[in-house]
Nanobody, 121 residues
Framework: QEQVVESGGGLVQSGGSLRLSCVAS????????MGWYRQAPGKERKIVGV????????WYVDSVKGRFTISRDNAKNTVYLQMDSLKPDDTAVYYC??????????????WGQGTQVTVSS
């Protein structure tokens, strides 16, 4: 049974940094497109960024471009989300998604349980 588990969330001041990790298990994820999403209180879950199976290609939503970086280590079945220059608007539960399908919008095969990120002003 595949499982996706996020970690690394927490409370940080505006302008600070956090790195989230997503560890996948139960199957080989090295051929999967992986993604990060977030859901702010009272709002819909929205995509943050995507990384190709090889890690050579990434895409980010405009609001995080230049501040967030997605990377992966296929040997460890792990995907990372480095978040720099954090803003209060980045406060949300962050979710890792595995096996994103092609198309718009992409549809993940599985989700993690989420990790809370809170940015104080």
């Amino acid at each position: 049974q595949e499982q996706v588990v996020e970690s690394g969330g927490g409370l940080v001041q505006s302008g600070g940094s956090l790195r989230l990790s997503c560890v996948a298990s139960g199957r080989t994820f090295s051929s999967d497109t992986m993604g990060w999403y977030r859901q702010a209180p009272g709002k819909e879950r929205k995509i943050v960024g995507v990384i190709s199976w090889s890690g050579d290609s990434t895409w980010y939503v405009d609001s995080v471009k230049g501040r967030f970086t997605i990377s992966r280590d296929n040997a460890k079945n792990t995907v990372y989300l480095q978040m720099d220059s954090l803003k209060p608007d980045d406060t949300a539960v962050y979710y890792c998604a595995a096996g994103l399908s092609a198309g718009n919008p992409p549809r993940p095969r599985s989700w993690g349980q989420g990790t809370q990120v809170t940015v104080s002003s």
